[in-house]
């Protein structure tokens, strides 16, 4: 994205949020370097991945990781107009959506997350733009696409994942721990949720079509997906950083879960206890950490 900015000539100043940083600590390194430094060479990110991968993990290391930056940024699928590859948070969004859309059909409604607390839920699908698909119609086009793009990344994002594997044995045992925190962690975590979306639109295909079994045994391989993310997040746990995965409200990779479990028994029994009809991630997101924050503010004069 800052590539698009410095094409631009977007660059008398740069104003940043910093709300996430411990994940994308190589991000904001980037960031700020191209805005302490001045614009870039005539290879700037193949410059910088080997410069990062040399510094925080050794010259041994730094080539194959380099090259594993790379890869890592060209796996995920592509959505939209300007290109937006999909994010960890789009892969749970996007499946819970489904998910209700599946059980309860439309409307479905938003809770508005950072709005004024007057603000009332939104009926999903009417925003600015106009009438947008709802309901079946919707889910009849998000289950082809799903599985088609995420089809398709999950080859990528398996390579990534075995490279990145090869290459933790070139780590240095004392930053090990970073590597599983800033490398194995977000690959894990972008390639099972990857894999979750797939397999949840396949299991509501093969439900649609009752073959009940098929949607049964997709729904396990994704719920050893969600294993695979919390052990690869308990990893990247170390030291002052334990419990950090808690506060995991914006991705919403536990509720994502929790929904699976129940469209798991939906598919069997419909008149099972339902998910209320609401998108609430986002309020619930800003919920804690509003209360997190209390009255407290940064001073910025």
Known sequence: ELGRYIKAGATNYFLVNTSDIR??????????DAVWKGLPGDHPSDDFYQQWSSEEFGEKAASKLADLYKEYFNAPAHIGEPVHEYGDQFYHTQARRMMLTYMIDSPLYAIPSQAPKWQTPRVLGWGLGGNQAVGKTWLRDAIAQEIKQCGEAQVRWDAVWKKAQEIEALIPAERLPFYHAQVIA?????????????????????????????????????????????????????DKWKHWYRGDWLTGIPRTRQMLETLSRFIDDPETSLAPPILWDGWEAYYHIMHYEGERSAEVK
């Open 23 to 32: 994940p994308v600590s190589m991000s904001i390194r980037a960031v700020m």
């Open 186 to 238: 977000m690959i894990a975590i972008n390639r099972e949720s990857n894999r979750i979306l797939f397999l949840i639109a396949r299991a509501m295909e093969d439900a649609q079509r009752g073959n009940t079994s098929e949607a049964h045994q997709s729904i396990r391989q994704a719920l050893a997906s969600f294993d695979e993310i919390q052990r690869a997040e308990e990893a990247a746990e170390y």
